[in-house]
Nanobody
Framework: QVQLVESGGGLVQDGDSLRLSCAAS????????MGWFRQAPGKEREFVAA????????YYTDSLKGRFTISRDNAKNTVYLQMNSLKPEDTAVYYC????????????????WGQGTQVTVSS
């Protein structure tokens, strides 16, 4: 069982930056790929980014490449999402998730989920 706890969300202005963190329980964190997803009001949850257990492979949804960066610190059992040049359309609840094998964009392939952290970008 893996427990995930997101933090770092909040209210920011258009153009600001924010870094989300996701802390994981357990002693085998480096064996899990991690993903970030988001769900905007009235919309389905969507893939944002994913990273392999070693951190050597990263994937992003095309529309966010260049603005968002996923990274991890296996010594701290934490994965991060650095979000730059935030826009009002980035407003959503952001979730982290984990799975045992390679990174995936399909949320159905993830085994464990955090409770989410709200990010609100005002114009």
């Amino acid at each position: 069982q893996v427990q995930l706890v997101e933090s770092g969300g909040g209210l920011v202005q258009d153009g600001d930056s924010l870094r989300l963190s996701c802390a994981a329980s357990g002693r085998t964190f480096s064996s899990y790929s991690m993903g970030w997803f988001r769900q905007a009001p009235g919309k389905e949850r969507e893939f944002v980014a994913a990273i392999s257990g070693s951190g050597g492979l990263t994937y992003y949804t095309d529309s966010l490449k260049g603005r968002f960066t996923i990274s991890r610190d296996n010594a701290k059992n934490t994965v991060y999402l650095q979000m730059n040049s935030l826009k009002p359309e980035d407003t959503a609840v952001y979730y982290c998730a984990s799975r045992r094998t390679y990174p995936a964009w399909n949320q159905g392939e993830y085994d464990y989920w955090g409770q989410g952290t709200q990010v609100t970008v005002s114009s």
